[in-house]
């Protein structure tokens, strides 16, 4: 077996494969759909190639395992259940005699318990910077297309070509819902390699829509779950299923361009839901997982493309040690530099926090290690009051509650940015304080306007010298604050979310208004189903739109006692045995 066009493969992950064979005779090469796995596969010399997508694969298969030869077996296609099953019996059926075997699929055959004695050895290939997609947007004429292809690719080739030809087919640049539609037909086509049929479909788009999604956004049973959960592109977070990134955003995308108020309806459900759950639990890592999903379904346009962008980054964030000084110092200096600052005072400000605690900074790292990205995130406590107060002047005020400051952010990767900036509003909703933050940066200025932090306004001091003074946000991460403070950051609540009460109250349906009365009234939402005579799941829905409906008139409610409070405020009593209604003047 040899490499062929080993400088241009240029890849870490071949040498990677390669060392691998060289020390076990069972090799998986893992990775997503579409991210160029069969393709690398091709500088490899001297090996026999079994599709099993291919007619006849097994058959293939069978013979090249009893050949004498003894040339190596890449087995591309390994996908799904049955076909990983076919595959472990033929291997364990010649285990003594089969040659060498590099096996090809979308997650790793470890994953299944079949496997969990193969004695293979995992190699991943992850999305990346790859000169395919480069070539694809190139390939492009025109800029906004070009944006389109690199913005939906997300590292995966084949997104990058399918978007590519779905613009050479006529498709305008400016319509990306239309593009992503070609694309996800793709995918989904794909993917029905892994799980028969065409009924889990519609329920991929759905969970790309909700973004993280338990059986109770999901609907259709266990059985339809778990075989959600089965592909490729699906997960398990925290609270429940999720779909990869660059794929949740081509389905969701796709999903709205065909069914825009459907695609609407769902993220309102899911947003209720989300929030309902978050005023109710306890639990600060479910209120912090909670708070990410929330604002992932409640924020405007401009901070979910900030916060949630289609490249899945492949970065991961810790804390600074003491041996981390050095790349603290470094990407400090950089900040100031890109940043316009003056070098000096940063590095004043830096020997400042760092004295303090080391631990204040947190640093982003590759896939290799290297230190790409930090922020200086410290807990206001007396100890930090020194280095914190130059950054706020005189709206020092704002520490009085305590909680933690934000005083710089620095990733040049969008991607590895926006993992930066989600781990930073956890930390905020894990220590159920304030987040407290000085920026000179326009750019972040703005995501803290999108957020819907306070503004407290501009420090008297252009302390970086650079001609801008810092102007300082805060915002409120307590259990109490976070359901209100989500239902703010909707474009609705953008535009101007009311406060206090009103006496006008949203206008609701009959049968809307019903199933609310009842329900406050002491009523489980089955007997006010029963009564109303609609299904459960109707008298759901009925209560999810009358929340939705007060969230976007500027007051929310997430329980049964806001919406009894709600009823209160708006003067809704019982009219007779066959209805309800408003009282006197409604």
């Known amino acids: ?4 066009g080993q400088e241009s493969v240029g890849s870490a992950v071949m040498e990677q494969l390669c060392a691998a064979m060289t020390r076990r005779p069972l090799v998986n090469l893992t990775g997503p759909l579409g991210v160029g796995k069969s393709e690398l596969l091709g500088g490899l010399e001297g090996t026999v190639l079994i599709d099993l997508d291919r007619a006849g694969g097994l058959t293939a298969l069978r013979r090249a395992l009893a050949a004498p030869a003894g040339r190596t077996v890449v087995v591309d296609s390994a996908d799904g259940r049955s076909r990983r099953e076919a595959l472990h019996g033929e291997l364990q059926r010649l285990r003594d005699e089969r040659p060498p075997v590099v096996v090809v699929s979308r997650r790793p055959v470890l994953s299944d318990p079949r496997w969990a004695h193969s004695g293979a050895a995992t190699v991943t290939m992850t999305p990346g910077r790859d000169e395919r997609i480069a070539t694809q947007a190139d390939a492009v004429e025109d800029a906004e297309g070009k944006a389109l292809v690199l913005g939906l690719a997300g590292g995966i080739p084949l997104i990058a070509d399918a978007a590519r030809r779905a613009l050479d087919a006529g498709t305008p640049p400016n319509a990306p819902g239309a593009v992503a539609d070609l694309v996800a037909e793709e995918i989904l086509e794909r993917l029905g390699r892994e799980l028969p049929g065409r009924q889990w479909r519609h329920a991929l788009r759905l969970l790309a829509t909700v973004g993280s999604g338990d059986e109770r956004l999901v609907p259709g049973g266990p059985d339809h779950f778990a075989s959600l959960a089965s592909l490729s592109v699906v997960g398990r977070g925290a609270l429940g299923l999720t779909v990869t990134e660059p794929y949740r955003t081509v389905l969701e995308l796709a999903y709205r361009w065909r069914r825009p108020e459907a695609h609407e309806n769902v993220r309102a459900r899911a947003r209720d839901y989300r929030l309902t759950r978050l005023a109710a639990t306890r639990d600060r890592a479910e209120r912090a997982a909670l708070t990410e999903q929330g604002l992932f379904l409640t924020a405007v346009p401009l901070v979910r493309r900030t916060l949630f962008p289609a490249d899945p980054g492949g970065v991961s964030v810790r804390t600074a040690a003491d041996a981390d ?5 470094r990407l400090m200096r950089r900040w100031a530099i890109d940043s316009g600052f003056d070098a000096g005072r940063c590095d004043r400000l830096t020997e400042r926090w760092a004295g303090d605690d080391i631990s204040a900074f947190h ?6 290690g290297r230190a790409i990205g930090l922020a200086g995130l410290m807990p206001i406590e007396e100890r930090t009051a020194t280095g914190v107060e130059p950054l ?6 704002a520490l009085d509650a305590g909680g933690l400051f934000l005083g710089a952010a620095y990733c040049p990767d969008p991607a590895a940015r926006a993992l930066l900036l989600r781990h930073l509003l956890r930390r905020a909703a894990l220590r159920d304080g304030q987040l407290v933050v000085s920026t000179a940066n326009p750019e972040y200025q703005a995501l803290m306007r ?4 306070r503004v407290h306004g501009s420090i008297r001091d252009d302390v970086y010298g650079c001609g801008r003074r810092p102007v300082v946000y805060s915002n409120d991460f307590t259990a109490a604050a976070l ?5 703010s950051t909707t474009e609705a609540g953008v ?6 009460t009103s006496s006008a109250g949203p206008r609701l349906a009959p049968k809307e208004l019903q199933i609310l009365l009842d329900y406050v009234s002491g009523m489980t939402l089955k007997s006010a189903a029963r009564r109303a005579g609609v299904s459960p799941n109707t008298a759901k829905d009925y209560l999810s739109r009358v929340k939705t409906k007060y969230r976007l008139a500027g007051r929310p409610a997430y329980t049964k006692i806001d919406l009894a409070h709600r009823v209160q405020e708006d003067g809704l009593v019982p009219y007779g045995p066959q209805g309800l209604g408003r009282g006197p003047g409604g």
């Open 495 to 500: 535009a101007g979310p009311t406060t206090g």
């Open 483 to 487: 359901p209100t403070w989500l239902s």
């Open 1 to 4: 077996m040899s490499v062929r």
């Open 392 to 397: 706020l002047q005189q709206h020092s005020a």
């Open 363 to 368: 640093l982003v790292h590759d896939q290799r």
């Open 325 to 329: 000084a050095g790349d603290v110092g």
């Open 450 to 453: 999108g957020l819907r932090f």
